[in-house]
Structures are given as structure tokens and as C-alpha cells.
């Protein structure tokens, strides 16, 4: 007999799937449910994150904004820096300049300390002998002064000796003044020492008589003339006078060194008077 097939069999496969399904739905529906519940603690991570991400953000932006002004800062330094080094390689150029120098002038210091180490001893030379000089200038000076006076004096000898050469020199014996003779018929006019040879001038102005009076002279010669026949004289001779002349007259008589005496005389017995003056030249 043959069997008619039935559809119990074609059932287990459609059971099967849903039982599949059931499971498998129900495995999605629990992890759906614990999916869900991390999705949501993730989606809140998330929020939170993205919120922090946002700050960061905005951090960053500000940060950037920082680096960006930094950047500029940066590239003025780098700029300043730029012309720091080229100042520095001016400094240090100058400074290798300033080198050269400071030694080229060590070395003069050193040779200008020797000079002045020379100079100083120099001075001190010099000094002494200036020293020596000045002591030397005075004893000089006082030579000079002394040889002055003395030249002074020598030139006061040579004009008087010039003076005398040429009789420039002269003093009064009388001066003018009124003689009156005696009864002896003379009057002493003056008596005197001369040391030089000369003449005297015996000058009247005025007389009672003038035919009748005249003028005369002794003399006594000193040591130093050299006479060996006289010692004296009378001039211009015993018992002779020279007249005076009716005007005012000057009489020269020459004398040399000795006692000299000049008289008025006169011829009258009665006395006479006469104005007279007597000069020694020498």
C-alpha cells in the first residue's frame, strides 16, 4: 500500500526558522536594549566630548591666535636679531680695530714711559746744573756789582783826569769880595794847598787905584816836583807886582802842586782897596 506523504515535515524547517528568528530577535531585542542603553551613555559621552571638543576648539583658536602673534614677534626678533648680529660683527670688527690700537698705543706708552724716564733724568741734570748756574750767577752777580763800583770809580778817575788834562775842573780860592791893603802894602787874599799843576785867575772888578795896585804870588813847591835848583818862587818877582789896568780885568798866573799865596799890593803908603775873586783851574 502506498504511503501518501503529509505536510508535518514541511513544517520543521518554517518552526526552526522562527525559532530562529524568536531567538534571534530576541538576542537583537537584548542587545538592542543594552545597545541602546550604551548608545545612550555613548551619545551623552559623545555630548560631552564634543562640548570639550568645542572648548578645545576654542583653546586651540586662541592658542593659534597666540602663535600666530608669537610668529610675528618671533619674526620681529628674528629681524632684530638679524641686525644685532650684524651690529655685533660691526662691534667686533671695531673691537679688532680698538685691539690693533690699544696695542699700537701700549707700545708708544712703553716707548714714551722710556723717553719720559730719560727726560726726567735730564731734568734732574738740567736742574742741578741750573742749580750750580744760579749759585754761580750770584757769585757773578756780586762780581759784577763790585766790578761796577769799581768801573763807577775808575770812571770817575778818568774824568777827573780828563779834567785835569784839559784844566776842565777848577774851585773857588776867595770868592768876590772887598780886600783893603795895610801901611804894609799888601793884603793876603788866600793861602792854600794844591795837589795839581794849573793856573789861578785872579779877577778884580773894582779898585781905589787902579796905577798904584796889582796882585802877587809865592809859591813853595811840594816834594813831588822835580826841582833841584828852587824850592819856591815869588811871581812875578820879589818886590814886583802886576798892575791891574784902569777896566775890570781877569790876571792868569800858572802854578804846580805846593802852598800857593796871593796877595793884593799896592805902591801907596796909605792903604788901598780892591774888589777880588781868586779861581784855581786844574
Known amino acids: 500500500m502506498e504511503t501518501v506523504p503529509t505536510h508535518k515535515s514541511n513544517r520543521t524547517p518554517i518552526i526552526a526558522l522562527v525559532a530562529v528568528v524568536i531567538v534571534l530577535g530576541a538576542t537583537f ?31 586651540i583658536s586662541s592658542q ?41 698705543d701700549e707700545t708708544r706708552i712703553t716707548s714714551l714711559v722710556a723717553k719720559n724716564s730719560q727726560a726726567n733724568q735730564t731734568i734732574a741734570s738740567l736742574n742741578s746744573q ?16 763790585s766790578d761796577e763800583l ?39 787874599l788866600v793861602k792854600s794847598t794844591i795837589n795839581d799843576a794849573g793856573y789861578i785867575s785872579i779877577t778884580v772888578t773894582s779898585a781905589s787905584d787902579y796905577a798904584n795896585e796889582g ?12 826841582s833841584p835848583s828852587y824850592y819856591g818862587m815869588t811871581m ?14 781877569t790876571e792868569i798866573c800858572p802854578v804846580v802842586p805846593g802852598t800857593i799865596a796871593v796877595y793884593l799890593a799896592t805902591h801907596d803908603s796909605s792903604p788901598q782897596s780892591a774888589t777880588l775873586s781868586v779861581m784855581y783851574y786844574y
Not at 796882585?215 to 822835580?226: A, K, L, P, Q, R
Not at 802886576?242 to 775890570?248: C, K, N, V
Open 150 to 188: 769799581q768801573i763807577s770809580n775808575l770812571q770817575s778817575q778818568v774824568t777827573s783826569l780828563q779834567g785835569i788834562t784839559g784844566l776842565a775842573d777848577y774851585k773857588s780860592l776867595a770868592p768876590a769880595q772887598v780886600f783893603t791893603t795895610g801901611t804894609t802894602g799888601n793884603a793876603l
Open 29 to 59: 531585542g537584548f542587545y538592542y536594549i543594552q545597545s541602546s542603553g550604551t548608545i545612550s551613555s555613548l551619545n551623552q559621552t559623545t555630548s560631552s566630548q564634543a562640548s570639550e571638543i568645542s572648548s578645545q576648539s576654542s583653546e
Open 215 to 226: 796882585w802877587w804870588v809865592t809859591e813853595n813847591f811840594s816834594s813831588s816836583v822835580v
Open 130 to 145: 741750573v742749580s750750580s748756574d744760579g749759585t754761580q750767577i750770584v757769585s757773578l752777580n756780586g762780581q759784577i756789582s
Open 236 to 249: 812875578p818877582g820879589t818886590g814886583i807886582f802886576y798892575t791891574f789896568s784902569s777896566q775890570s780885568e
Open 64 to 104: 593659534a591666535s597666540d602663535i600666530s602673534s608669537q610668529a610675528t614677534q618671533l619674526a620681529t626678533d628674528n629681524a632684530k636679531i638679524g641686525n644685532l648680529t650684524s651690529n655685533v660683527s660691526n662691534l667686533q670688527s671695531q673691537i679688532s680695530t680698538l685691539q690693533a690700537q690699544v696695542a699700537s
